[in-house]
Structure formats: C-alpha cells, structure tokens
T-cell receptor
Framework: KAGVTQTPRYLIKTRGQQVTLSCSPI?????VSWYQQTPGQGLQFLFE???????NKGNFPGRFSGRQFSNSRSEMNVSTLELGDSALYLC???????????????FGSGTRLTVV | GQQVMQIPQYQHVQEGEDFTTYCNSS?????IQWYKQRPGGHPVFLIQ?????EVKKQKRLTFQFGEAKKNSSLHITATQTTDVGTYFC???????????FGAGTILRVKS
C-alpha cells in the first residue's frame, strides 16, 4: 500500500513569505502529526490532527498552523517565514490518535524548507 | 523540554562490535517506542514496549523496558554498515498525548 506522501519535497522561500505543506496519510489512517526536525533541536512536535480536529499543539508560535480534511489529508502553513524556520518538516500518520494505538507512526519523507 | 534523556549522543564502532543506546526518564512511562532514521531519510518505527521488564528481539536488535518503566535500551549485536543511522526513543507524555522524541543516538560503523 502507498506510504505517507508529503509534497513538495524541497522548497526555497524568502523571509516574510508564507508556505503550505501537504501530507497524505496511509489509507485508513486518521491521525496525522507534524514534526520539525533541525540539527540543533532534533524532532520537535508541532501538532496532531485526528478526525479533522487538532488534538495537541507543540510550543511553536502562532505563525505555524495546520488543518485536516475529511479524507484525512493534512496541510500545515507557516506565515511570515523566518530564517530559523529552515528545517525538515515531517508528517506522520497512524491508525488512531496518539496514546490509543499499539502501532507506531509511519513517517513521510518530509519537506525540506529553506528560508533565505 | 524533553521528557527522556537519550545517551550517548554519538557512537562510533568497528563493524562487528556491539552497540547500545539508552533512554532514561524521571517519571514512569506508559510505553516507549524506538525509531531508526538513516542518513538523509525519515524515522522508521521499530518497536513499541509496554510491559515492565519487557524484552523484545528483532534479529540482531534487542529492546528492553526497565522494571520500573523509567528506562529503556536498544542493543545491536555485531553491528553492520547497514545499521548506520540515528536511533530515537519516543514516549507519550501523559498530559496532552504528544509523542515526544529523545535527542537520538547517532551510530557510525567503521568497516
């Protein structure tokens, strides 16, 4: 079966711009989580969506937002980009919400965002 | 901050040597997951441990969950170059139901 699909794979944006990243989970998976990965901070939790509802949000400014659609696809948006937003953004899907499944997350290949 | 401390940060081993990474928590954990991320890749789920004292094996990999459910380890026997990557533990924070990752241990294998 198809894995988790993230688009685009690479993105270069200018400071002040906004960006939207997309994630299509594995078919049947209803939970989507987003993480930011940087060399200095590691994997940082952004938010989790389940059944179109945001269940949790990490410690990121309001410039970071997301949503989930009825088909479980999710998008995250970052407005007013800063240089420090350069990172690998990973999306992960699972059958159920965090804490309610014995299965781990399946990650997508990520979107590499570079802010210049 | 991180709920789990993962050590060591780096480990360089000669091919054929064993490797162990540890995750430690100050609080009791409900469960712990382990992931592997190859260089340039994305994290891949390896296993979840739930029970106190649990030991699970996957070929050359042995995973343990401490009796007090405050620590866990991943041991690789006779490392191979294919074992290269970063190994992360991840735990669910009791409040908020977030899956939080440790800082990871980078494994390099010299052939």
């Amino acid at each position: 079966k198809a894995g988790v699909t993230q688009t685009p794979r690479y993105l270069i944006k200018t400071r002040g711009q906004q960006v939207t990243l997309s994630c299509s989970p594995i078919s049947g998976h209803r939970s989507v989580s987003w993480y930011q990965q940087t060399p200095g901070q590691g994997l940082q939790f952004l938010f989790e969506y389940f059944s179109e509802t945001q269940r949790n949000k990490g410690n990121f400014p309001g410039r970071f937002s997301g949503r989930q659609f009825s088909n479980s696809r999710s998008e995250m948006n970052v407005s007013t980009l800063e240089l420090g937003d350069s990172a690998l953004y990973l999306c992960a899907s699972s059958l159920g919400p965090t804490g309610y499944t014995d299965y781990g997350y399946t990650f997508g290949s990520g979107t590499r965002l570079t802010v210049v | 901050g991180q709920q789990v401390m993962q050590i060591p940060q780096y480990q360089h081993v000669q091919e054929g040597e064993d490797f162990t990474t540890y995750c430690n928590s100050s609080t009791t954990l409900s469960n712990i997951q382990w992931y592997k991320q190859r260089p340039g890749g994305h994290p891949v789920f390896l296993i979840q441990l739930v029970k106190s004292g649990e030991v699970k094996k996957q070929k050359r990999l042995t995973f343990q969950f401490g009796e007090a459910k405050k620590n866990s380890s991943l041991h690789i026997t006779a490392t191979q170059t294919t074992d290269v990557g970063t190994y992360f533990c991840a735990v669910i924070m009791e409040y908020g139901n977030k899956l939080v990752f440790g800082a990871g241990t980078i494994l390099r294998v010299k052939s």
